[in-house]
């Protein structure tokens, strides 16, 4: 009997033991499945192709030495870039197309929906594309979003909503920043939507970053189809309707209505105050004509829209830019970290020119803690290729993409000088024809290169004594003695 039960026991512990494996391989099987999903179909890093390479020319990037339908104006400080938007959207009389990579909820969040809300009352058709991770993770189930969801004129969709089944579906990211409204207003840049980004309503958390404000001068009529904002009305168009875009907020859970109606209120009685305190926001049509810029041409491009690796056609046409250039590239972008045939195509630049400059962020400044450990790892082979690199040493990160090609040719857009931004994710830039322009955006990156220093050779800075080194924080220094290292099986991520 005694022997009997001991059996038993052995049996049941031994039972025990090889469940506990089977669950152990299982929850190992699992993590590798997922952990490959999501890094081996972006580890290899496709070329253009040669009937891309065709399309692609940038002759097309040139007007004819005249005045074009499509003028611009540079949008710079957090405060413009949320008046701007708020201006954009109270003008609004039939559509409103709005991407961008994160919301967040907070006062210029506020200030925003507020304003959408309205425009969907008033009959205009709103819509609202967010990149499905960030919409995921920081608009959450909140009452804001099923307030503005679930109006009839106003429609919220998130790109590619991570699916841990499909794990291929976490890296490819919407990192599209436009405005459009109606046929004639187009706000393209860096900045996301919410308080880090737009407004001053904290000074302790914020971003440098830029936009540019397009203005069709020829809107309603057949000739401004020509114009750049048809062409991004078509290009959010093609990504608006593809199959991993997928409607949110539309339908308010019964349990949820009551809430849901006050924060309609809340947001109807936040737009009232809005209009009592900024009257200046509301006084009617401006007239555009009077404070933007003419240009020759101005040409949307954009990496392709499906969410896996990505021939890199923005990267392309902005190296063959730079290729063609007579004297001169700047380029402005936050971060660096560059793939084998980014930096062969860096180098065949570097050798090409002689004046060719970069701005990025002090790793000590910069909000990337990825991008700042690579390029402190790689960054005596960034100095390699030849480009004049200056540390942006402000007090705040710098967040804008843009470049300047000789004298005439400016960009601004989403896109920084990155892998991911190069092979992963969406990504849209404005290619704007025009010295007028090209004159107002280089004193904007001027007035922050002379908050950089320069980049030695041997990687120390050139002396200037208006200039401190920024000094990272304790424990932002301290990961930085790991990080670099650490980061580099998975650097094309960045």
Known sequence: MQTNIMQTNIMQTNKKKRAGKVIKWIIIIVILYVAAGALVPFMFHPKVKADAQKELDISRFYGQDSPGIDRAVVVETSQEALDARILMINEAKETI??????????????DIFAA?????????????LVDGLYGMIHMKKLPMFYAAGSHPNLEIRFYNKPNLLMPWTINGRLHDKLILVDDKLLMAGGRNTFDYFLGNYTDKNLSYDRDVLVYNTKSGSEEGTDSVVAQALSYYEGVWNLGVCKTEYARVPGRRADEVKAEEERLCNHYQELQKNRPELFDGPLDYESFTLPTDKITLIHNPTHIYSKQPYVWYQLQQLMLQAKERAYVQTPYVAFSKDMYAGMTEVGERLERFDMQINNPAVGDNLMAGSDYLFQKKKVIKTGVQIYEFQGDHSSHGKSMLIDEDISLIGSYNLDMRSTYIDTETMLVIDGEEFQDQLEAKIMAMHAQSLAVNPDGTYAPNPDVPVAQAPKKKAAMFRITPYLFQLIRYLI
């Open 116 to 128: 959408l809300l309205d425009a969907a009352d008033r009959g205009v058709k709103v819509r609202v």
């Open 97 to 110: 197309a709005l991407s961008t990579f994160d919301i967040r909820p907070g006062g210029s969040c506020d």
